[in-house]
């Protein structure tokens, strides 16, 4: 599978944006020690792990590959806790 240099970019870029997300929500629950903030940093943790496990693709070192499936699975579960902690009062 080859990879265009736009593609690197944009897939670092995306990692970058989710980390940044990812360190703002974590510090504002580190400040307030809520239950809402703590599902949305959850949320946010795994779109980070998931970023980083996808960008040893692009340079071949993967020895696996998640289908799509796993990927929808992964997306799934981030979206529950973050739908968890927006309806949390």
Sequence with gaps: M???VLDVFVRV???IATASL???IFLAYKRLRNR???LLS???GIFLVHALI???ELIGAASY???ENTHLLIHLSAL???LAGFLKN
């Design 80 to 82: 529950s806790f973050i």
């Design 65 to 67: 590959v998640i289908d």
């Design 36 to 38: 809402k903030l703590l």
């Design 42 to 44: 959850v949320a946010f």
């Design 2 to 4: 080859t990879f265009g």
């Design 54 to 56: 996808t960008v040893p």
């Design 22 to 24: 990812f360190g703002i």
């Design 13 to 15: 870029g995306l990692v």
